[in-house]
């Protein structure tokens, strides 16, 4: 099973930005915690990150191609206005996708409660940290 998670932007600034709302782990510290769970689940993933709306629906559209099994994305703010990220989404029927976000989006600011992404996604994982994206891994690797 080869899987791919997408982190959109700021998400590089793990451990920099607003500690009390994202902690205090860096990024490198999610991706070794991916990693090693991917290695645990036996499975192949791929992270990329990007700041940038373009590189990530690239990377959504390669994900058909690459013949991708399912997709963890945390658009980062991209979920509350990016419809040209959900289009890209929506576009892989076939593939699930679960939406990450490691706070819990309802309990902040107003327009973080919208998720445009999120109607065209599997399920949604919030406020559960980094481990919300080793939740999302399991999960479609269960209903696969």
Same mark, same amino acid.
């Given at each position: 099973? =080869?899987?791919?998670?997408?982190?959109?932007?700021?998400?590089?600034?793990?451990?920099? +930005?607003?500690?009390?709302? *994202?902690?205090?782990?860096? #990024?490198? @510290?999610?991706?070794?915690?991916? /990693?090693?769970?991917?290695?645990?689940?036996?499975?192949?993933?791929?992270?990329?990150?990007?700041?940038?709306?373009?590189?990530?629906?690239?990377?959504?559209? &390669?994900?058909? #191609?690459?013949?991708?099994?399912?997709?963890?994305?945390?658009?980062? %703010?991209? @979920?509350? *206005?990016? #419809?040209?990220?959900?289009?890209?989404? %929506?576009?892989? /029927?076939?593939?699930? =996708?679960? &939406? $990450?976000?490691?706070?819990?989006?309802?309990? +902040?600011?107003?327009?973080?409660?919208?998720?445009? @992404? %999120?109607? $065209?996604? @599997?399920?949604? $994982?919030?406020?559960?940290?980094?481990?919300?994206?080793? #939740?999302?891994?399991?999960?479609?690797?269960?209903?696969?």
């Amino acid at each position: 099973m =080869k899987l791919l998670v997408i982190n959109g932007p700021n998400i590089n600034f793990l451990g920099i +930005r607003e500690k009390g709302i *994202y902690g205090s782990a860096n #990024y490198e @510290t999610l991706v070794q915690s991916i /990693e090693a769970h991917a290695k645990k689940l036996d499975i192949e993933i791929e992270i990329f990150q990007s700041n940038y709306e373009g590189a990530i629906i690239d990377k959504i559209q &390669e994900a058909y #191609y690459a013949n991708v099994d399912g997709i963890v994305i945390n658009p980062g %703010a991209f @979920t509350h *206005y990016s #419809y040209a990220i959900r289009d890209a989404l %929506a576009s892989l /029927e076939d593939i699930p =996708k679960i &939406e $990450v976000h490691i706070s819990n989006v309802h309990k +902040r600011e107003e327009f973080r409660h919208v998720s445009v @992404t %999120a109607p $065209v996604c @599997t399920g949604q $994982v919030v406020g559960l940290g980094l481990k919300g994206y080793l #939740y999302a891994m399991e999960a479609l690797i269960e209903n696969k």
